[in-house]
């Protein structure tokens, strides 16, 4: 019986692991589709990353939660009625609405 045992924790040992594999978005390419075709986790995930990109580019250096996911929520819904749109050219449409309404 410790002989089982012995085997087994050394198979177990021996056997390959489950390595998660990376993922990379060329955000360029994204289009509307790619964008809601994601999990909830990774539409999280880009919006974030797009958010720090633009408020980047635009010198802010704070977030302002709410904002954010409105703003997120109307990139959504516009692009759910336009999948074939780019996803940076939908959000730089959307920067430079606001900006000409500041």
């Known amino acids: 019986m410790k002989k089982i045992a012995i085997c087994l ?3 177990l040992g021996l056997a390959p692991t489950v390595v998660s594999a990376q993922v990379t978005i ?5 289009t509307c589709a790619d964008i809601t075709a994601m999990a909830p986790g990774d539409q999280d995930m ?3 990353w797009m958010s ?3 408020n980047q580019k635009l010198g802010y250096t704070q977030v ?3 904002a954010f996911r409105q703003n997120k929520a109307n990139i959504m819904k516009y692009c759910a009625d336009h999948p074939k749109d780019q996803l940076m050219g939908v959000i730089q449409a959307s920067v430079n609405q606001m900006q000409k309404k500041q």
């Open 64 to 66: 302002d939660l709410m």
């Open 9 to 11: 924790a050394l198979g």
């Open 46 to 48: 880009v919006a974030a």
């Open 26 to 30: 060329q955000m360029d390419k994204l």
């Open 52 to 54: 720090g990109w633009y």
